[in-house]
């Protein structure tokens, strides 16, 4: 089976299509740092970091999944149900949980489960059902964010065991947990989807499926294993920003896609499969965050943020077209 | 992929999602007609006690009530679930438009139909209403700007984690606070948070503006439910959660006068909260709803039930008391946060 192993990426130019949007993080920050003498000390740049952490992690998702040429709308609702639920099982009836009396440890656990089964059950109607992937996944996003409205009632979730908040809320080494959980995460994404085999059989799948099957790629299992991933990536964005905010909120996770997407796809991640690099992802995360943290310095009217702040993608995605040279689809 | 397919099947997958919580059951019952609600959303700790009470205001006014309807924050499903409703025989509606604007057609409508409608929480710009069952929320803005400028003794710098901008409330209380700020205290400085009522963006527009503003001395919440917790938890990281004696202590005042709001003022985290009446909305949207059906009618002037009813172009508006809670008064019993469990 050599003959199958994907060729080692090589460093040549077309590498530097991942990194198009360093010139507009240098940018970023060179504006930055004169509007606001803040904005480039350690406290700040750690904040926007620890603030982007866990919105990250399902950019990183939804960055495998694209390449692996899928679809995964539904990681939004995860990120609010996969805490809510978890915490509902351990929690007591007072505080608004079923009352199993599981204990508390067991909360993360569960929630990856939870995040996981998501991933399965979407695994199965888009590969073995071979339903589309954009539309099995907007179903589940509606229908596991109703998971989350039905046993909650619609209720913020405030009593939450202490190792639910310990991940989003701890500091290691002087940096805050979130942002070392996800530093690895990304890292690990890029040694996977770089050098490893089964990384690299996502651009395979992404660009040509057939031919990948062809090849002996085992297609199904694989892609199946991203929807899992990615769904548990999502439960774990969720358990970080839970931490992050004290409780599991019913809109948690709401309307986080679309920057999801947006990152992914100034970050040089095609929307077609089988390009991009979680590198550049992770770029196009960074710069999502720097504008929000200018914008909230600078104190831009809430009337206009809006505005500001889509057209910056908009340069964004022109820089990076015009730095990566080709034509996005 | 595709592009054709897909949008068919969105679309498709859109129009069951507005079909599906518009098929209410008729309840059994006569006198005065049936009247409909449609409940403006699911997702927030305020209106599920509001859909809690509303049941039980019912029964105690003995008003015959249908099936609620929930629009889900939409208001084209709420356009929807009134169809339904008046097709089902209701003779007044409640309802609760979180946009003020696109409601005026249907409203419209109802009026040529002789339907009269109740607008809980919120006042449509244009059409005929009954009755606008609403807490002051201009007065919201003001107390909150006169507690924190009397804590602060007129000096300092305070955020305000504002609502969405495109609810009349949030607007509301935004421009009272800021105007109240400018007129009574000019020496404290106001940084205004459009938090979108998101706690992830309140709680990252909190951090960062401490970061660049270390001595903020005071915050405004416009939401309990959604920036309480994620306020609590920035002030604990930077270590701020401390006791009102405290130099370092940063005084919090938050609104609707949920149960985690209550808990904290005890425990000393914030200090106020305005006490947003969820069962007075429910108890007077009934009343005025049952009041239409007995033909009554109500001119402005004080009520008996320590509100004052207004006169606006479309209708009237009955502002409910709203109590501002502190530590002193915090374990009152009549505080609707302290009935729900």
Wanted: with cysteine; glycine share 12%.
């Amino acid at each position: 089976m050599t003959t199958l192993t994907a060729p080692a990426p090589r460093l040549r130019l077309g590498r530097f299509r991942d990194l198009t949007l360093v010139p507009v993080i240098v940018l970023l920050l060179i504006v930055g740092a004169f509007l606001d003498p803040i904005f480039l000390t350690t406290g700040n740049l750690t904040n926007v970091l620890q603030q982007q952490a866990s919105i990250s992690l399902l950019v990183l998702a939804e960055a495998m999944i694209l390449i692996s040429g899928k679809f995964d709308l539904s990681l939004e609702s995860t990120v609010g149900m996969a805490p809510a639920l978890a915490v509902m099982l351990v929690i007591p009836a007072t505080a608004g949980g079923f009352g199993l009396g599981l204990p508390g440890m067991l909360v993360i656990p569960l929630c990856l489960l939870v995040g996981a089964a998501i991933g399965a059950v979407n695994g199965f109607l888009i590969i073995k059902f071979q339903l589309s992937a954009f539309i099995v996944t907007l179903a589940m996003q509606i229908i596991v964010h109703g998971l989350q409205l039905g046993p909650t009632e619609g209720k913020t979730l405030f009593e939450l065991p202490e190792s639910m908040l310990y991940l989003g809320s701890a500091t290691w080494l002087g940096l805050p947990a979130s942002v070392w959980i996800a530093g690895v995460l990304f890292v690990a994404g890029m040694v996977g989807l770089g050098y490893f085999r089964v990384g690299r059989s996502l651009y395979a799948i992404g660009g040509n499926s057939d031919a990948a099957r062809a090849a002996g790629i085992r297609v199904d299992r694989v892609l199946w294993g991203v929807f899992i991933l990615g769904g548990m990536l999502a439960a774990l964005a969720g358990v970080l920003e839970t931490g992050r905010l004290g409780a599991v909120g019913s809109g948690q996770g709401v309307g986080w896609i679309f920057m999801v997407f947006a990152a992914a796809v100034i970050g040089g991640v095609s929307m077609d499969g089988g390009k991009g690099t979680i590198l550049g992802a992770l770029t196009g995360v960074l710069v999502i965050g720097l504008v929000q943290n200018i914008l909230t310095l600078k104190g831009v009217s809430g009337f206009w943020q809006p505005v500001v702040y889509g057209f910056i993608i908009l340069v964004a995605l022109m820089i990076s077209r015009v730095a990566g040279g080709k034509a996005q689809d | 992929m595709k592009i054709g397919p897909v949008v068919a099947g969105a679309a498709l997958l859109a129009v069951i999602a507005a079909c599906g919580d518009s098929t209410p059951t008729a309840s059994e019952g006569g006198g005065g007609g049936k009247i409909g609600v449609d409940h403006p959303r699911a997702d927030s700790d305020f209106w599920n006690s509001y859909m809690k009470y509303v049941p039980q205001m019912a029964g105690e006014l003995k008003a015959d009530l249908m099936q609620a309807t929930n629009s889900q924050n939409d208001v084209s499903k709420l356009v929807n679930n009134v169809q339904a409703l008046t097709g089902q025989g209701a003779k007044a509606i409640i309802m609760a438009p979180q946009d003020t604007g696109a409601i005026a057609t249907t409203l419209k409508t109802l009026e040529n139909k002789k339907i009269p409608v109740v607008s809980v929480d919120t006042r449509p710009d244009k059409g005929k209403v009954y009755m606008v069952v609403r807490a002051d929320n201009r007065a919201y803005g003001t107390r909150a700007c006169e507690f924190l400028g009397e804590k602060l003794e007129g000096k300092g710098k305070v955020v305000q984690l504002m609502g969405a901008l495109s609810s009349i409330n949030g607007r509301d209380r935004a421009e009272a606070f800021g105007e109240c700020m400018k007129t009574k205290f000019p020496g404290i400085t106001v940084f205004n948070e459009p938090t979108e009522w998101e706690g992830s963006k309140a709680a990252s527009m909190l951090q960062t503006r401490l970061e660049q503003h270390p001595d903020v001395k005071g915050v405004y919440m416009h939401a309990g439910g959604v920036h309480l917790a994620p306020t609590l938890q920035v002030l604990k990281q930077k270590n701020l959660l401390v006791a009102p004696e405290d130099p370092k202590h940063i005084f919090v005042v938050s609104n609707d006068g949920i149960p985690q709001e209550f808990e904290a003022i005890r425990k000393g985290e914030i200090d106020a909260t305005m006490s947003q009446p969820a069962d007075l909305y429910a108890k007077y949207a009934i009343f005025y709803a049952k009041a239409a059906l007995e033909g009554k009618t109500f001119k402005p002037g004080p009520t008996d039930h320590g509100s004052t009813i207004i006169e606006l172009p479309n209708g009237l508006e009955d502002q409910l008391p709203s109590p501002l809670v502190t530590k002193e008064n915090v374990d009152d019993p009549a505080l609707w946060g302290n009935q729900v469990k």
